[in-house]
């Protein structure tokens, strides 16, 4: 605190699902626990980053304010992510003194008690303002700093390096671009500050292994999706993000199709002679796919926005039933359409059967 005899800290707690939530408590040189000075304020939420002003009247201190929905919200830093709060020492009321798209960070109070400064995303830069407490009047003053940490959502207690006035309440001592920089607020103008440090370091020889970054061939460790034809005289399996078919036993691998989305779970037909297959491409979504068993002749039975799933022939090979997955926002699809389906190999539509249920199959 400003009288020397106190200071605030932010506290975070060891229990792992209250990770991303903190308080700031005030801590007095005789020790002991703490007192509160600003409760947590719930989860997904946090505060930190607490600042007395010099003349002892108000707390300045980052939160992540609650999201509308109740659910963390730490994707787009360009959003409304953090606001700097102001707290009356006298009266206790906290309100919010900034805030707004890019977020606000990192306040440091002016030696007079009248500016702010802080720290905000705008799009792709990190850029210093100063705040004037009476006029309400944000200005930005440097746009070269490094990148903030506001899109980080676990608690780290500092969303830029901290900084600081000069007593002349018009310069800023700041980091950026891997200097110290004096920040002229009225200006807008920065000189580097020069610096030496003393170090003593110890520079050993790095162990380094040749390797080959792009090699014509090497040997694939995993392997998923196995199947295998009835008459056991091949086997068909996902790598790579591609089928392979490989002849027993001591064929070897080639790819079953020269596809260029994504494929996934291989099913044979009971009689051996067909292979369906799902297709995946990240612009357009899956497809369940229909071949010989060689992969001659692909063609596309279905397709949908959604994640389609392990197909399963018929015993007579007259249809296949799949399964529709949930959407969900990494992989799309929502209300597309979940549940089990079954569709006719002849053509036609795919015929809804329930929601229930993973690996679908037909009874002999």
Request: hydrophobic share 35%; aromatic share 10%; proline share 8%.
């Amino acid at each position: 605190g400003p009288d020397g005899k106190s200071f605030g800290a932010t506290r975070l707690s060891s229990i792992y699902k209250n990770l991303d939530t903190s308080e700031l408590i005030l801590f007095y040189p005789g020790g002991g626990f703490g007192l509160p000075l600003v409760a947590s304020p719930g989860q997904y939420e946090n505060v930190h980053e607490g600042q007395f002003s010099p003349d002892g009247r108000k707390f300045y201190y980052t939160l992540k304010p609650p999201n509308p929905n109740g659910k963390p919200l730490f994707q787009d830093a360009n959003h409304i992510l953090h606001v700097i709060m102001q707290r009356d020492m006298s009266s206790g009321e906290s309100e919010q003194l900034i805030g707004g798209f890019g977020g606000a960070t990192t306040p440091q109070v002016s030696p007079d008690s009248k500016q702010v400064a802080f720290v905000r995303r705008v799009k792709t830069k990190t850029v210093l303002f100063v705040y004037d407490l009476e006029s309400g009047e944000q200005k930005p003053v440097y746009d070269g700093l490094d990148r903030d940490m506001q899109a980080e959502w676990i608690p780290q207690g500092s969303f830029y390096p901290q900084f600081g006035w000069f007593p002349d309440g018009r310069h800023i001592a700041i980091w950026g671009k891997g200097k110290l920089l004096k920040v002229d607020t009225q200006t807008a103008t920065t000189t580097d500050i020069p610096f030496s440090a003393n170090a003593d370091l110890r520079v050993t020889d790095v162990a380094r292994f040749p390797f080959e970054l792009a090699p014509e061939e090497f040997t694939v460790r995993a392997i998923q999706h196995l199947a295998v034809a009835p008459g056991k005289q091949s086997i068909v399996f996902s790598a790579l993000g591609y089928l392979w078919q490989k002849a027993l036993p001591d064929g070897k691998p080639k790819r079953l199709s020269d596809a260029t989305a994504l494929e996934f779970e291989p099913v044979y037909a009971a009689d051996g002679k067909s292979l369906a297959w799902v297709q995946w491409d990240d612009e357009t979504g899956s497809a369940l796919m229909l071949a010989s068993a060689n992969g001659k002749k692909p063609k596309q039975l279905i397709s949908s926005p959604a994640v389609i799933r392990q197909p399963a022939f018929s015993p007579d090979g007259r249809f296949i039933v799949y399964q529709v997955e949930e959407g969900s926002k990494c992989m799309g699809g929502i209300r597309k359409g979940m549940g089990t389906y079954v569709v006719p190999l002849s053509g036609g539509a795919p015929r809804y059967i329930t929601d229930a249920g993973l690996h679908p199959r037909f009874s002999p």
